[in-house]
């Protein structure tokens, strides 16, 4: 549940935000929430006796097959 509320904080950083593209203002913020998902996030690794690091290396790789550079290259909007 903590997870799900600091993603949303930092989430409704951007809700209010006048200019999308320009986050400079938001960046303490921006910070602060995002070291707060991530605390959570490990400290539910440490809970669980899993290894971040690996599970991030084996989701970008499941990643690299799924979406193959070559072919979804340039296409993010």
């Not at 490990?42 to 006796?49: A, I, P, R, T």
């Not at 970008?60 to 799924?66: T, V």
Request: proline share 3%.
């Amino acid at each position: 549940m903590a997870i799900s509320i600091e993603a949303a904080e930092l989430l409704d950083l951007f809700k209010w935000s006048e200019d999308k593209t320009d986050v400079t203002e938001l960046l303490p913020g921006i910070r602060d929430e995002i070291a707060d998902v991530m605390i959570y996030c490990l400290s539910l690794c440490n809970q669980l006796h899993l290894d971040g690091s690996a599970l991030v290396e084996a989701k970008l790789a499941k990643n690299k097959l799924k979406y193959p550079v070559e072919r979804y290259k340039g296409r993010w909007r």
